[in-house]
């Protein structure tokens, strides 16, 4: 059974783009696919609607065999929470620290206050720089920290789907090796990844399958 | 003629449209307050003391003063007009049922309202609401539930602080700087407080506090496209709130003393 379903899914153009005419693709564990679009707005439109964040306009979206109804927002959050977005827009809460921001789903979740950063985020943050910046708040560091905040906010949260955008913008290079290596381990783990490079050096680096996005028409090949 | 009647029925329906979707949320953040689930229950509780010490705490050094000048400001010219025997009546009419948890309300809107507008707007813009539904956390647990009950406590303290340093800081500004007779002053405002004055205080607190909440989260929410927006919708924000204000305090009126 497939992870994610789009059935017939169609939506809008948002910003430059031309929008997603009616499509469909489905997502399941072993699934790596490369994202390719002639405009930059559709492929986020299109990882965005992977992630239940653009309702559709027409069609309907599957997970794990469930229709989603979008109407009822309460039932969408458990799914959003088994999917790691990373896309360019993916934030942080602006008024907590970094350390908060990577614990407040844990806050929410287990409903206690007193937890400490487990081990594999604390070697993260130390791997990603940010151990030392952790008790700041996103306006106080770098752009390069906010995006590494996020990445392991959404690698560590135990998700079921991976959705990369622009994965390389903003980071350092040294960070960049280092984030190839943990997507690469990820997609070997055999959990579904749609990734889009915007770069064409990384065009091709994890791509078991690609997608095309050309003048609003995807197509999966 | 037409042009008008159309810009008339148009005008009348976004209004509507706005009441309706802010009846709507103002439901679920009453129906969330309700059912209030153990996911988050302790973060909640957190964000709503964070809610209050923002609200009311930080507000006093605004309060306090604003309490004072006006207390003893209208003592004193009270105390010039009004014949002895009325004193306490018309204090507790003007000070505590009428102008007390009006200014409250101001404050309130002024300092709260905007800076809940102003956030709430940056956060739908920079996708933070989004970033708390990708962790499966429902925004109205820990985004509008905290707020509607800090700023609703904090609309009943401050009043409540409001009308008490008005009354006896007033009374004692006036008392030490003047020689008016204003002899057994605390006693007529004892005697001229009712039961109904307090309810009609606290119900005032209450439907201030939930209103201005809704009011200025729902014009942080409609903000859609850019940060541009955001200073209009704050404007907008405030300026309802205050016509919210003064229609409430307008029906209250009416209902238990007209």
């Known amino acids: 059974m497939a992870l994610i379903e789009l059935r017939d899914y169609a939506h809008a153009p948002t910003g430059r783009g031309k929008g997603l005419e009616k499509f469909s693709v489905s997502l399941s564990p072993g699934d790596a696919f490369s994202l390719h679009a002639d405009r930059i707005d559709d492929a986020h439109l299109f990882l965005r609607a992977l992630a239940t964040l653009e309702p559709p306009e027409e069609g309907s979206y599957f997970f794990k065999g469930e229709a989603l109804d979008f109407s009822k927002f309460r039932k969408l959050l458990p799914v959003r929470r088994r999917i790691a977005y990373l896309g360019t827009d993916a934030a942080l809460i602006g008024n907590r620290t970094l350390r908060t921001n990577l614990l407040i789903g844990r806050y929410y979740h287990e409903n206690k206050l007193d937890l400490e950063l487990s081990d594999d985020v604390q070697s993260l943050c130390r791997l990603f720089g940010i151990e030392s910046k952790l008790d700041l708040r996103p306006s106080q560091v770098a752009l390069e920290d906010i995006r590494a905040a996020v990445i392991i906010r959404e690698m560590t949260k135990g998700a079921e789907v991976f959705l990369i955008e622009q994965a390389f913008v903003v980071l350092a290079r040294w960070i960049v090796e280092k984030y190839i290596e943990m997507i690469r381990k990820v997609i070997d783990s055999g959990i579904p990844c749609v990734y889009y490079a915007g770069l064409t050096q990384y065009d091709r680096l994890f791509k078991k399958r690609d997608i095309y996005i050309r003048d609003g028409v995807v197509q999966v090949v | 003629m037409r042009d008008f009647v159309g810009y008339l029925g148009r005008q009348t329906g976004v209004r509507l449209n706005r009441y309706a979707d802010q009846s ?227 029906i209250l009126f009416a209902a238990f003393f007209l």
């Open chain 2, 24 to 250: 709507a949320f103002l439901y679920r953040i009453l129906r969330q307050i309700v059912v209030n689930p153990k996911a988050g229950r302790r973060l909640r509780i957190r964000i709503v003391v964070e809610q209050i010490y923002f609200t009311a705490v930080e507000a006093l050094w605004i309060v306090i003063p604003i309490s004072l000048l006006l207390g003893s400001m209208m003592i004193l010219q009270l105390s010039g007009v009004a014949a002895q025997h009325d004193m306490g009546r018309v204090t507790v009419a003007l000070l505590i049922r009428e102008f007390g948890p009006l200014i409250t309300a101001l404050i309130v809107v002024l300092r709260s309202a905007t800076a809940v507008t102003i956030e709430t707007g940056y956060m739908k813009v920079l996708h933070e609401i989004e970033a708390m539904e990708l962790q499966g956390i429902n925004p109205l647990d820990i985004l509008f539930v905290p707020r509607m009950i800090g700023l609703t406590v904090s609309m009943f303290c401050l009043i409540t602080i409001f009308c008490i340093t008005a009354v006896l800081g007033g009374y004692a500004i006036a008392w030490s700087l003047t020689t008016l007779p204003l002899q057994n002053f605390l006693s007529q405002i004892g005697k001229a407080i009712t039961g109904l004055d307090i309810a009609v205080v606290a119900l005032k607190a209450l439907f201030f506090g939930v209103g201005i909440t809704v009011i200025s989260l729902h014009y942080g929410l409609a903000v859609q496209k850019g940060i541009t927006e955001v200073p209009v919708a704050t404007s907008r924000g405030a300026v309802a709130c205050l016509f919210y204000c003064l229609a409430v305090n307008f």
